[in-house]
């Protein structure tokens, strides 16, 4: 059996470092051959279990090619679809029709290097596709003609939310969401949101979680008279990290005799931003110590919890699915404080850290730090936070069952792949008009 799984970059850099905990679910499997196809290779790549193969013929494009698939979608009956419901949704602008040709202009494309490599290599029987973006679409034109016998999809976060991008528009996604043999989302409120925005049939729906390693051994905490806040994320507004910023102002000004150490794990555009807002805002605070020390390895991550003590991890986004931090934190028993947005609430509660509002200001977090720091059932919360990680997100289990269905979907005779109704599959209906 022949699976290809399309990825962002992984194993190139940077991101989908959490594509590591799954990747060698894949290797154990003796009944299929499995190949690495990313979007991105730039840089050495990670090291990969034996086993998976890494074909970077998916990355490679040359200034020609790009202007002719260009030409191409400009004229086709996808592009034209999509300005149809650019219009209906009142979303059209400048930027919204380029996004739209460039993506039809990539799924053509992708969909063409995906023939290539099937004619090199043969039909790929599941074609997996990490992002449920212009690689997933361009899997389905490629199904069409015979290069690909099914495809699936997760959806993430970044690949979900219409808020997270520029005018809420994610590109061609309603053409192509009754498409895939399934979809895989994280959480049940993301299966409602996929169905309430995009109109996805149900029944090709499944909620699979991601998971995490349990961890060798728990976190310990601060010693009294010391806290050590820890966050984790990229540097983008959408995580909201100076609100984090004023809520340790706050509880530091509240608890002048409490030692404070804040840790950002984490690289982006907006670090330096942060850096000088922490700078102007913490510095003249007598017990705040701030730390940045940028993108590190999963596998560093993951050692750092247990190597240096760790109160509770922050997290503050507008946007997330089911973070994958905050899984790895808790694992090590580390509480966790983040809003109720996404999926967060199937991971978080006050019974393991503090459950936030969807949009806490600098004093809901600050609040919730003190509690989960000071307040009687600390120690309970640290165990509860393991709990819930090896109940529902451990990794052995999630992606041991979530690969082999996905093999299982590959064998022969399995049911025929979705086709896209009349018109090819343009399912706007009342999605379009929410």
Not at 88 to 105: E, G, I, Q, Y
Request: aromatic fraction near 8%; hydrophobic fraction near 45%.
């Amino acid at each position: 059996m022949n699976i290809a799984i399309l990825t962002n970059a992984y194993p190139y850099l940077p991101g989908e470092q959490f594509i590591e905990d799954e990747i060698g679910y894949w290797a154990a499997q003796t009944d299929a051959s499995v190949t690495l196809l990313p979007a991105l290779a730039a840089g050495a790549p990670r090291p990969v279990p034996a086993g998976i193969a890494v074909d970077p013929c998916m990355a490679h494009s040359i200034r020609f090619a790009r202007l002719w698939f260009a030409l191409l979608a400009l004229g086709s009956a996808l592009f034209r679809r999509e300005l149809g419901y650019l219009w209906r949704a009142r979303k059209t602008h400048p930027h919204t029709v380029a996004r739209a040709l460039l993506h039809t202009s990539k799924v053509f494309e992708q969909a063409a290097q995906l023939r290539r490599y099937a004619r090199a290599h043969g039909r790929i029987d599941v074609a997996y596709c990490y992002w449920n973006e212009t690689q997933a679409y361009a899997a389905v034109l490629a199904r069409k003609s015979g290069a690909v016998r099914k495809v699936v999809s997760r959806a993430h976060g970044y690949d979900l939310y219409e808020a997270r991008r520029r005018h809420g528009y994610m590109p061609l996604k309603r053409q192509f969401i009754a498409c895939y043999d399934a979809i895989f989302v994280l959480s049940g409120e993301a299966r409602s949101y996929l169905r309430q925005t995009y109109g996805a049939p149900p029944e090709n729906i499944r909620v699979c979680p991601l998971g995490v390693p349990l961890a060798a051994a728990l976190a310990r905490p601060s010693q009294a008279g010391h806290l050590h806040v820890v966050s984790v994320s990229f540097c983008l507004p959408v995580k909201r990290l100076d609100k984090i910023v004023d809520a340790i102002g706050l509880l530091a000004r509240h608890h002048p005799g409490v030692g404070m150490t804040w840790t950002h794990i984490g690289n982006g555009p907006l670090l330096q931003e942060i850096q000088s807002l922490a700078l102007a805002k913490l510095a003249s605070l007598g017990n705040v110590v701030c730390s940045f020390p940028g993108e590190l390895p999963n596998h560093a991550v993951k050692a750092y919890y247990l190597n240096v003590p760790v109160d509770m991890l922050v997290n503050a986004s507008e946007s997330e699915g089911v973070p994958v931090s905050i899984m790895e934190a808790m694992s090590a028993g580390v509480p966790a404080i983040a809003p109720d947005v996404g999926g967060i609430s199937s991971l978080v509660s006050d019974r393991c850290g503090a459950l936030l509002g969807p949009c806490p200001d600098a004093r809901e977090i600050a609040g919730a730090m003190e509690r989960v720091a000071f307040a009687d059932g600390r120690d309970e919360r640290r165990t509860q936070a393991r709990r819930v990680i090896e109940a529902r997100f451990d990794a052995a289990r999630n992606y041991r069952d979530f690969v082999a269905g996905i093999v299982a979907m590959g064998a022969p005779g399995d049911r025929q792949p979705a086709q896209p109704p009349a018109r090819a599959a343009y399912r706007i209906g009342q999605a379009a008009r929410r």
